[in-house]
């Protein structure tokens, strides 16, 4: 049932006068059919997590721990055998539909290549499945649009091509970094209700990166919080969301606005700043802004303790049942 | 040919003629300037001597007129396809050019092949082993490419394969005594080809690679300079990386989505290699006595050929406009934001 | 990247950061280490040439030997001081007219940006007709018109050089006068000369002296060039340039071409090193980077 086990990840990135650890020791699975949330900050190491999965980082960065997927350790695997599993496994969608396709080549190329390389289907074969999953993302005209040039097509529709270029190898698991984040608000709830429709189509497993909790509680199946390049609280969205039990899960859902809320009531923010890569606390790396920090919070890192089909990592614990 | 094409057409021929008359107005001005008299180059020190003779000269180049007059004259007779006649070779300027440019531009078109060729490839292994030995490895070799006098590695070439090994002949576009073949295009090779004279081009190809080579050098240095930093201005790019995330192999994420994106780019250079040719050109054919414009402009300098001058000039004005004008087609080619719709 | 890696040795790491520090400098360091030795050969030529530079030895043209390490010529000059002595007419003259040109580049560049009016377009212009001739085309034409001699090819040099200069100081004073601090100094009621003087120049410097450092190998190449073509320095002055040129007609007597055009070569590169190196310090916007056109 789990397509996707991730194990103490943990990736450093050298810059040009030190080591910075970007992801540190995350572990989570990822179950058949079902949307993994994960949500945190910028800068929290949420990006960088799933592109080091697909060997996607740039040279300096050094990546540990296991990802074994369908048995398969990504993290393991030598860069060749990765390259087989990316594309045609693992479809991957960018926060940014006007950065992430190529602005010289036709969208039928975009669409096509992997499919090509990947199964060596003929330029026929290709043209007829891209112009279904075009039709199926909801693309007017498909054999038009296979033809012309990324720049010809709003974000909306870019990003609708690029989910349609995700998947046009059959993958297990697509995993949507930011995908809406570049959006109008207007196009935002459309692309999710695809991708919502695409997995439940498809039995397709996905990988969601949002800041937006708002999306998770609509969307997603399982949900991870993360912070400072760490899992702080993990388990299913619904239970999750309504009960969160870590102090910063539940800063970061006071801090969203309300449409219940009384008017005029004002917006709560998370006093200090994010945790960044390079400056990181010790100990918990939410302490310096939490309220119930008590001394061992400074100074010990605390474990990701199992509480039923939930995860914490806070030994304080502060919003227990 | 859809309208808007006309339209940029017409700007470029505008600039051509624009750019000619510059041309042909400084030159014109700079070859006023000399002290000498061309009367005494051309007709030698004992005839010279005599002052009809040079003013017969004189009247019969129309020297004696005033000089506005005399540009005036050479424009109208421009216009009708005149460029005068070479006080030189007395032949018209524009037969003499018909049989330089051909030469210089078979040996420009491989020696700029040859620097793509090369240049591309070098460019994009030092950029993506940037910073790695093979990185700094190739930049002192090009900076050495652009450091060394075109002239002084011609000399170099033919005494090592010339005069040593003897694989290349020492000069001319042909063994001495052989016929040309008949004039189509005016490249030797292209034209031995289209006669099916096939050992006559390859005499004309064996002729041609030295001199092509050595003329590439600085080009190829430039095209990896140029390349490098191309690349390394897109590599980290989004869609590079969304290329890598379909799984495509490491060659086919390079050449067709980094290398693309960086063309434009790369043609950019395209004008700057051209310029370099010509420039090369002069220094390389007179070592390798090559009949082409290199040598003519040369000839022409040394002599203060008024008329021959000029019609060098204005043939750089039309490869300056012609190639620009190609850059800009290219780059439509390769980027479809660009196209004119 | 022949593929990307998910996984880099720590010692990879490590390595990248010693070699940046390790290669980036000693191409600066060996350019200005030949550089200097070229000026101080110039300048001590009389005390380094073993013969007078126009002294006759016979037999002609010996091949290098103990007495004429790198042989005598087809006079029965010695190649050695005339190598040396050589460093005397390329090296000042190319910094003579690197400098001429800058100043006349610069100037009128900055008068072009600063006073847009009618100044710009014919500044502008001209460097556009300059630039479509190639250089040695336009050298040689005012060389010959002007007569072939060294003061001439100076000149002629300076004329195809200075564009580029006037260009980029154009482009970088129109960039600056925009600037927040140069505004700002106008509006404190600094004359335009003032502003011009103390706030907008010292800003061109750096890229004006990568320039400056890259044109001085091109201009000791395009010296060379028109000397090799008879339309420079004259026999018998020791020139690099119609040293080679001598040596292309006696292939048999390699030494008399090869080392006059090693001395171009690496006085050349040593400028073109240095150039590129300083680039990297000085110039970190790349505003000198692809207007370094060869011309030799």
């Not at chain 1, 199964?119 to 498909?142: K, N």
């Not at chain 1, 207007?186 to 189509?201: K, M, S």
């Not at chain 2, 051209?274 to 220094?283: D, M, Q, R, S």
């Not at chain 3, 505003?287 to 056109?293: A, F, L, N, T």
Request: with cysteine; net charge neutral.
């Amino acid at each position: 049932m789990t397509l996707l086990a991730v194990d103490e990840l943990r990736v450093r990135v050298a810059t040009d006068d030190r080591t910075l650890q970007i992801v540190d020791g995350v572990s989570y699975e990822v179950g058949e059919g079902r949307i993994f949330g994960i949500a945190g900050e910028s800068g929290s190491g949420k990006t960088v997590s799933v592109l080091a999965l697909m060997g996607l980082l740039p040279r300096g960065a050094s990546v540990t721990g296991s990802a074994r997927f369908e048995g398969d350790d990504l993290v393991a695997m030598p860069a060749a055998q990765l390259r087989q599993v990316c594309g045609r496994e693992i479809g991957l969608v960018f926060q940014d539909p006007l950065t992430s396709f190529h602005p010289m080549l036709s969208v039928g190329r975009q669409l096509t290549e992997h499919l090509r390389h990947h199964y060596g289907a003929s330029r026929g074969d290709a043209r007829g499945r891209a112009l279904a999953l075009l039709e199926e993302v909801r693309i007017p005209d498909p054999a038009n649009a296979f033809d012309r040039y990324p720049h010809e097509f709003s974000g909306g529709m870019r990003q609708r091509i690029a989910i349609a270029g995700a998947l046009m190898c059959e993958p297990r698991l697509l995993i949507a970094d930011e995908p809406t984040t570049a959006l109008d608000v207007t196009v935002q709830a459309g692309i999710l209700r695809l991708i919502d429709r695409l997995r439940r189509d498809r039995a397709l497993s996905v990988i969601l990166i949002t800041h937006d909790l708002g999306v998770m509680s609509a969307l997603a199946d399982d949900l991870a919080i993360f912070y400072g390049g760490r899992i702080v609280e993990n388990g299913p969205a619904t239970e999750l969301l309504a009960a969160p039990r870590h102090p910063y899960t539940r800063a970061l859902l006071e801090a969203l606005p309300h449409p219940e809320s009384g008017r005029g009531e004002p917006l709560r923010g998370i006093p200090g700043a994010p945790a960044q890569p390079g400056s990181l606390p010790s100990g918990c790396v939410f302490h310096p802004r939490c309220a119930y920090a008590v001394d061992s919070c400074r100074t010990e890192v605390p474990p990701l303790r199992r509480l039923g089909d939930r995860a914490l990592a806070c030994p304080v614990d502060p919003f227990a049942p | 040919m859809p309208w808007p094409f006309f339209r940029f057409l017409g700007r470029r021929l505008a600039a051509l003629v624009v750019l000619a008359l510059g041309i042909t107005f400084v030159a014109f001005v700079l070859t006023q300037l000399v002290p000498g008299d061309p009367a005494l180059t051309a007709l030698g020190p004992v005839t010279s001597a005599d002052p009809e003779a040079v003013a017969a000269y004189h009247a019969h180049w129309g020297m004696d007129k005033p000089l506005p007059v005399q540009y005036l004259t050479y424009l109208w007779n421009l216009l009708h396809g005149d460029l005068g006649t070479s006080q030189l070779s007395h032949q018209p300027v524009l037969n003499d050019l018909q049989h330089a440019i051909p030469a210089t531009m078979e040996l420009a078109f491989l020696s700029i092949a040859f620097a793509i060729v090369v240049g591309v490839p070098l460019g994009v292994v030092a950029a993506i082993r940037q910073n790695r030995a093979s990185d700094h490895a190739l930049r002192v070799v090009s900076l050495a490419g652009i450091s060394m006098p075109t002239f002084w590695l011609a000399l170099l070439a033919l005494y090592v394969f010339f005069f040593k090994l003897d694989w290349f002949p020492g000069g001319g576009r042909l063994d001495p005594g052989t016929t040309p073949p008949g004039q189509i295009t005016g490249l030797y090779t292209v034209d031995a080809v289209l006669h099916g004279q096939w050992s006559l081009a390859w005499d004309a190809l064996h002729h041609l690679i030295l001199p092509a080579l050595v003329l590439a050098a600085f080009n190829v240095s430039l095209i990896t300079r140029y390349t490098r930093s191309a690349i390394l201005e897109v590599i980290n790019d989004d869609y590079v990386r969304a290329a890598r995330a379909k799984g495509l192999p490491e060659r086919v994420v390079v050449i067709r989505h980094v290398l693309r994106a960086a063309l434009p780019s790369v043609v950019t250079v395209l004008g700057l290699v051209f310029a370099n040719v010509l420039t090369g050109a002069v220094l390389v054919e007179n070592i390798f006595a090559w009949p082409g414009i290199g040598q003519y402009a040369y000839q022409a300098s040394i002599e203060l050929d008024l008329p021959a001058i000029m019609g060098v000039s204005l043939f750089v004005a039309v490869v300056y406009v012609t190639v620009n004008f190609v850059v800009d087609v290219l780059y439509g080619v390769i980027d479809p934001r660009l196209r004119l719709t | 990247m022949s593929s990307a890696p998910a996984v880099i040795p720590e010692e990879a790491v490590v390595r990248r950061r010693w070699t940046k520090g390790f290669f980036s400098q000693p191409l600066a360091v060996v350019g200005a280490a030949i550089a200097i030795g070229w000026l101080l050969v110039a300048i001590f030529a009389p005390l380094l040439a073993p013969y007078d530079p126009l002294a006759q030895d016979f037999p002609l043209t010996q091949a290098p030997s103990r007495e004429h390490l790198f042989g005598t010529d087809e006079l029965g000059r010695d190649v050695l001081s005339r190598v040396i002595y050589g460093a005397r007419l390329s090296l000042p003259l190319a910094i003579l007219l690197v400098a001429l040109a800058t100043a006349l580049g610069s100037v009128l560049g900055a008068l072009a940006g600063y006073f847009r009016s009618w100044v710009d377009p014919v500044v502008m212009r001209t460097t556009d007709l300059v630039f479509a001739f190639p250089a040695i085309i336009l050298a040689m034409v005012v060389t010959a018109s002007l007569g072939p001699n060294v003061r001439n090819a100076v000149l002629a040099i300076v004329i195809v050089a200075w564009p580029t200069y006037a260009r980029v100081v154009r482009g970088l004073v129109l960039s600056l006068g925009d600037a927040e601090f140069v505004q700002a100094s106008r509006l404190l009621g600094s004359s335009s000369r003032r502003t011009l003087l103390h706030d907008v120049l010292p800003n061109l410097a750096g890229p004006v002296v990568v320039l400056a450092t890259l044109d001085l190998a091109n201009a000791i190449l395009l010296l060379a060039g028109l000397s090799f073509l008879g339309l420079g320095a004259q026999p018998p002055d020791p020139e690099w340039g119609s040293m080679v040129a001598v040596g292309t007609q006696y292939f048999q007597y390699w030494w008399m071409g090869t080392f006059p055009g090693l001395a171009i070569f690496t006085a050349v590169i040593a400028f073109n090193f240095l150039g590129d190196s300083l680039r990297d310090r000085l110039d970190p916007r790349g505003v000198s980077r692809g207007k370094h056109q060869g011309v030799a």
